[in-house]
């Protein structure tokens, strides 16, 4: 064989792969999971530090209960897919997935995810069975109460769905310890109320896709104003929980949660004078995410005594 041929040879087998990466980002939702699988680590970071433990000492825990809540939530999303499809075909922004491409086939999406999910709960049932029950309820809620059962028939979808994404910070705390404690408790509730806003500036940025999908999310069913006064609402209600935890992590997080939350807010109320929903709910949506990445490393920052 030429140098020219195994040259394109190679350059076609890259191509395949840059491909196949692409597929699986779509697949399993890179950002979606991402942000599902930080709060997993920081429960878990946290647990070390108000257990007076050393990460060094837990490297092998840590990294059993990072891959099983991964393949878990990953099992999750694909199945999500598998599921959707249908849906998918209908919005601009999940026709890149390979479920609609069909660059995967339905059988082959399906199987993985099962795998993936029977993966994940092997090693989560390696760590703790509370972390194991958390992580069940998490797939649980997501799969069954969102997927299958609400996300097509009513508006509360988001809210079941959100319930979901809460779990995470449980399971990465009950690794280690219980998580019957204040902390992990708060990061629920910050993870459950964070979650609503959220998604309903994503549903608001896609309105006209929801809206021909026929799925009936917040803004498709009761109007834009109705999702911006409930997305304010929300947001509102976060300002509380740094408070709660003032005690034990220090004022300094106060003050740059509220300093966040505040900043989240005049975005939010800026919805009720802008003639373009779109650019507010991506302004909204890139915040969101930003919020929940730095309240997250503020955390971990003022816990790092479990470094050494």
Known sequence: MSEKAISMENKTTLQKLVGFLIDLKFLLKGKVLVANVMPVFTGFWLALYFSELKLVDYWELLIITMVGSTLVI????????????????EMKRTQMRPTVTGHFSMKSVLWSGIICVLIGFGLMAMTTLEAFVYSFLGWFVYVVLYTFWSKRRYTLNTLIG???GAFTPLIGWAAIDSAYHIVPIVLFGILLIWQVPHTLVITVKRLDEYRAAGVPMLPVVCGVDVAKRQTLIYI????????????????????????????????????????????????????????????????????SEILG
């Open 162 to 164: 959100s319930v979901s």
């Open 74 to 89: 990953s099992g999750a999303l694909i199945i999500n897919n598998w599921y959707e499809v249908d849906l998918d075909r």
């Open 236 to 303: 509102i209600c976060l300002l509380p929980f740094p408070f709660v935890l003032a005690p034990l992590l220090g004022w300094g997080l106060v003050v740059i949660a509220t300093l966040l939350n505040i900043v989240w807010i005049v975005l939010a109320a800026k919805g009720f004078k802008t003639n373009n929903d779109y650019k507010w709910a991506q302004v909204n949506l890139i915040y969101s995410l930003n919020y929940l990445f730095i309240l997250s490393i503020v955390m971990m920052v003022l816990t």
